[in-house]
Structures are given as C-alpha cells and as structure tokens.
C-alpha cells in the first residue's frame, strides 16, 4: 500500500509542523519533497563512499580518526531523519515495522553497534539499500512491476526448482560419499562433507582446483559429474522461462480480453471494443443502444 494512503501513516495533524514535515520527507511530488530526498541520496552516498575508503588498509590507517568522525556525523544526521519520520506519522510503529523503516533503522544500527562490536561498522555499508527510493522519486515504479512479473514466474516455479534441487542435492551426497571411498583422506577428500564440496564445484563447472582426484577411478567419475553438471545447468533456466513465458501470455491474454460477460449465453473474454457476443449476438453489458 503506498504511504500516503495507508490511514496509519498520514500526517499525524492535518495542519502545522507536523504536517509540513511531513510532506517534505514523506511525499515525492513538491519541489521541497523533490530537493529534500535528492539531498538525502547524495548524502547517502557520500556516507558509503566514507565507508568503502575505511575498509582500504592503507586509508585507515593515516585517517582513521577522521573517517570515524565523519561517519559519526552522519550516523547522526541520519538518526535525527529517522526520528523526524517517526514523529511525524499518526501511527509511528506501522513505519518503524515497514520495510523503508527498517532500512532506515539498518543503516543507522552498525554505528551504535559498533561501541559494544567492534568491526560492526562495517555493516554500514548496507546503508546503500536506502537508494532503493531513487525508485519513488524518479516515478519508476513501473520497473518495480515489472519486477513483480519476474518475481511471480519465480514464485510459480517454485516447485518445480524444488525438484530440481532435491535431485542435484541427491546427485552431490552419492558423488561426495563414492569419492570418499574412492580417494579418501591421503588425497585431500577428508570426510563427506568435504567431498560434496567438491561435488558442488565440479557439477557447477566451477572448478577451483583446492581439491583434484589422484586415481584413475576418480578422475573417470569426475568426469562423469562434469558431464552431468553440463546436462543438468541448464534445467532451472528452463523451468523458469517457461513460467515466465507463460505470465507474459496471460498479461497479454488479459490486455486483449475484458472479462464482460454475455447476458444471453454467458461466454467472456470479448475484445474491449466489441458490441456484441462473438457468440450468439446479444449485445453486451456497457454498450449503448
């Protein structure tokens, strides 16, 4: 539900402060509201460009002291923005539980974490998600729906994937366990664990060579697991496209149709601008006489 229309998270006055303020962080449409959320993208930007300088050794090591104040101030910045978002809703839980909530509440979180953790700070850098409101400020929402079909086709495959890992799941714990026995220990397969490792990199096509079969045996079965990844790589892909290939049909299937149904026999899925019941005449419901 978007912000604005959510009864919960409507300016907590109509009128006031308040209510300025609250157009100014919440909404995307005035100038003030335009230039306050640009604003905020290029400072949180800035905040993780300071963060990626300080993980650099040689960085950290000659501006420690500094890059720590800096990100203090803006930790700060950032948690008196937090603070006014709270303030200036009706129902301040319903955003601090919100997904923008919580990203907000996430990148201010490291800092203060990071008195009682040292090295939290580092988990700053999960600061840069707050760029996802670029989306809301340049309208593209619309991308996001698009992103919703793509999430869907995933959603609808979901068992299908879920076959397909169980069997390549099935195929690692066989291949793991036969290496096992086949090179053991003395070659660097130490336990099962370890040889499903390898069994995982090998059907992946992968290939890190941490760990090589020695035997003759092994390198035949090795090679029969590459050619099995080489098979098998592919499925998911497949699953996956074909359900998105079927969203995509039904998306255009209902752009075509409408869902008006004929009084006389009933039928549906008539094009928008038909008159009359491509079946037996009758004039459809909406058209005039």
Same mark, same amino acid.
């Given at each position: 539900?978007?912000?604005?229309l ?5 300016p %907590? ?10 157009? @100014?962080?919440?909404?995307h449409?005035t ?10 993208? =290029? ?17 950290? %090591?000659?501006?420690? %002291? ?28 319903r955003?601090?539980?919100?997904l923008?909530? #919580? ?13 009682f ?8 850098a ?7 409101? #670029?989306?809301?400020? #340049? ?31 099935t195929?690692? @714990? ?19 664990p ?22 003759? #045996? ?23 496209? %074909?359900?998105? =290939? ?9 752009q075509?149709?409408?869902r ?30």
């Amino acid at each position: 539900m978007p912000l604005l229309l959510d009864p919960q998270l409507n300016p %907590a006055s109509e009128s006031g402060w308040r209510r300025r303020w609250f157009d @100014v962080v919440f909404r995307h449409d005035t100038w003030r509201a335009r230039n306050f959320d640009l604003a905020l993208i =290029a400072v949180i930007l800035t905040s993780v460009i300071v963060i990626m300088l300080d993980s650099v050794a040689r960085i950290h %090591a000659k501006h420690a %002291a500094l890059l720590y104040l800096i990100e203090w101030g803006f930790t700060l910045l950032f948690t008196a923005e937090y603070g006014l978002r709270l303030l200036v809703v009706r129902r301040w839980w319903r955003y601090a539980f919100s997904l923008w909530g #919580l990203i907000d509440l996430l990148s201010i979180l490291p800092t203060y974490l990071s008195l009682f953790l040292p090295g939290s700070q580092s988990l700053l850098a999960v600061r840069i998600l707050r760029m996802l409101r #670029l989306f809301r400020i #340049l309208k593209m929402t619309q991308y996001v729906e698009e992103g919703g079909v793509l999430m869907g086709a995933l959603w609808r495959s979901r068992r299908k994937i879920f076959v397909f890992v169980c069997a390549v799941l099935t195929i690692t @714990v066989i291949f793991g366990a036969v290496m096992y026995v086949v090179e053991g220990p003395e070659h660097g397969f130490a336990s099962i664990p370890t040889s499903m490792y390898w069994a995982v990199v090998t059907m992946a096509t992968v290939g890190f060579g941490d760990i090589a079969p020695q035997t003759t #045996l092994g390198r035949f079965i090795t090679s029969l697991l590459i050619l099995i990844g080489y098979s098998i790589i592919a499925v998911p892909t497949g699953i996956y496209t %074909a359900e998105l =290939a079927s969203s995509l049909r039904e998306a255009s299937d209902a752009q075509r149709f409408d869902r008006r149904g004929c009084p006389e026999c009933g039928l549906e899925g008539h094009d928008p601008a038909a008159h009359f019941c491509r079946h037996c005449g009758q004039r459809l419901p909406g058209v005039m006489g």
